[in-house]
């Protein structure tokens, strides 16, 4: 019996292999052939940050952490299918040339710096990857359906993670913390990063107006009072911010559908009300009602973090036009200087900061340069302005009616945020959409082109 066991612990690690060398392999088919599948493993990764904070790494010479594992596999299966499938919606030209400043930015960091550069770059490694992952698919209202439901499972998990942490860290229950005895630095109530609540922003926001588009639409709907409690609690006023532009964008789209703008601005007051009254009137909310006034007065004041980032992007600027005719036009590569000197307004004087632009327009024009940035934002362009004439065609459109709101969500979320690979997946689910539906017009203005009389021709047939 126990040689038996011996023998078992010994050829385990050899079938592990195995069964990797096959799951594999099966796995790049059904992303391949299959949307469900690689969002499954985009979101799958997503959430496994979430529940861990910071994932896991393996040393190879460099520290790669598994999420770059996965998002280099979706970056493969999106590469074989841009140069083989047959169901690519038109490449726009945008999000080529923003790929290829990230490639040259990257390459050239590289050969300069080594490793930082890659460390640097990961970020919009990650988006590139994901971004076109989704738009080498051609995209329908079922597959936007699939998107929203994925994202409220992952707004409902992150709720209960939230939850859980909170009881953690305020019953306490020290056994449970982590060793820094909090879970994130910048706040104890901020037990999410900002990336995490940007989904439960959008996930209120998807059940606020967009309830009917799928189940998980209208369970999203169910728990609104629960996520809007939720985004108020974390404190992420980059949060915020995208939160009211969504609702202002719903409101704006709703306009398309008869009579439901009362209808929803009624649906958000109940909402609300529903939100704030237990924070007004329990002792047991007072404090977190405080912290969030509190936040709030500073974020409206320009203190706090508010103001070292307008200082940061200042900073981040000035480094880049220093940079010369070659900084400007393509920006510094990545692993490159960017130390800069930001005002304290606690202690006086400046201290110096480090960290990434908390701006991915500033970070992308510092990095890429002008070309980076203006194909990012003629890409962005392109799906707003594509998605909004599909809102404002006679028939309407649903899909695009959420897919413009949060787009525009996320392009507010990106001036005091940086880039996220599951933001990239909506911008690049957009961008499809809409090339599905320009191409779809193209054919049927060809059919419905009239054919002219054949002329006769002499030859030998």
């Known amino acids: 019996m126990l040689s038996a066991l011996f023998t078992l612990f010994q050829a385990m690690p050899y079938v592990a292999a195995l069964a990797l060398g096959l799951l594999v392999p099966i796995l790049g088919v059904l992303c391949y052939s299959h949307f469900g599948a690689g969002l499954a493993v985009v979101a799958g990764?997503?959430?496994i940050e979430a529940l861990w904070m910071f994932v896991g790494a393996i040393q190879l010479g460099i520290k790669v952490y598994y999420t770059d594992f996965a998002l280099l596999f979706i970056a493969v299966i999106a590469l074989l299918r841009l140069l083989a499938a047959k169901d690519v919606p038109r490449w726009h030209w945008a999000w080529g040339l923003y790929?290829?400043?990230f490639v040259v930015s990257l390459g050239t960091g590289l050969v300069a710096f080594g490793s930082g550069a890659g460390v640097q770059a990961r970020g919009y490694f990650y988006s590139v990857a994901a971004g076109s992952y989704a738009m080498s698919f051609a995209i329908d209202e079922r597959r936007v359906k699939l998107l929203l439901n994925a994202m409220v499972a992952m707004a409902l998990l992150i709720l209960c993670i939230c939850v859980y942490r909170w009881i953690v860290y305020y019953t306490p229950i020290t056994e449970l913390?982590?060793?820094e005895g909090v879970y994130n630095t910048d706040g104890a109530i901020r037990v999410v990063?900002?990336?995490?609540?940007?989904?439960?922003?959008q996930v209120f926001v998807i059940g606020?107006?967009?309830?009917?588009?799928?189940r998980g639409a209208l369970l999203g709907r169910v728990f609104a009072p629960v996520v809007l409690a939720c985004v108020l609690a974390l404190q992420h006023r980059s949060v915020w911010l995208a939160v009211l532009v969504g609702v202002l964008t719903g409101l704006f789209v709703a306009r398309s559908r008869s009579g439901s703008r009362l209808g929803q601005v009624l649906l958000l007051a109940g909402i609300v009300a529903l939100t704030a009254l237990p924070m007004a009137v329990s002792d047991k909310f007072s404090s977190v009602t405080d912290q969030v006034t509190g936040s709030a007065n500073r974020a409206v004041d320009g203190d706090g973090s508010?103001?070292?980032?307008?200082?940061n992007w200042k900073g981040m600027i000035a480094l880049w036009a220093a940079g010369g005719p070659r900084s400007i036009a393509i920006g510094q590569s990545f692993g490159s200087d960017a130390t800069r000197y930001v005002r304290d307004k606690v202690r006086g004087g400046e201290h110096k900061i480090e960290y990434y632009a908390h701006n991915h327009y500033v970070q992308t024009l510092y990095n890429l340069g002008l070309v980076g940035l203006a194909s990012f934002l003629a890409a962005a362009a392109y799906a707003v302005v594509g998605l909004y004439r599909r809102?404002?065609?006679p028939e309407g459109d649903r899909?695009?009616?959420v897919l413009l709101t949060l787009l525009v969500m996320q392009l507010a979320y990106y001036v005091p945020y940086g880039t996220d690979y599951l933001q990239s997946v909506i911008l690049g689910v957009a961008i499809a959409y809409v090339a599905g539906h320009e191409r779809a017009a193209r054919a049927a203005a060809v059919a419905a082109r009239p054919v002219g009389p054949k002329r006769l021709r002499w030859g030998w047939s």
């Open 45 to 47: 990764m997503f959430a």
């Open 99 to 101: 790929t290829l400043a």
């Open 177 to 179: 913390l982590p060793e």
């Open 193 to 201: 990063r900002s990336h995490e609540a940007m989904v439960l922003g």
């Open 208 to 214: 606020l107006f967009f309830a009917s588009m799928s």
């Open 306 to 311: 508010v103001g070292e980032r307008l200082d």
């Open 391 to 393: 809102c404002a065609c």
């Open 399 to 401: 899909a695009a009616e």
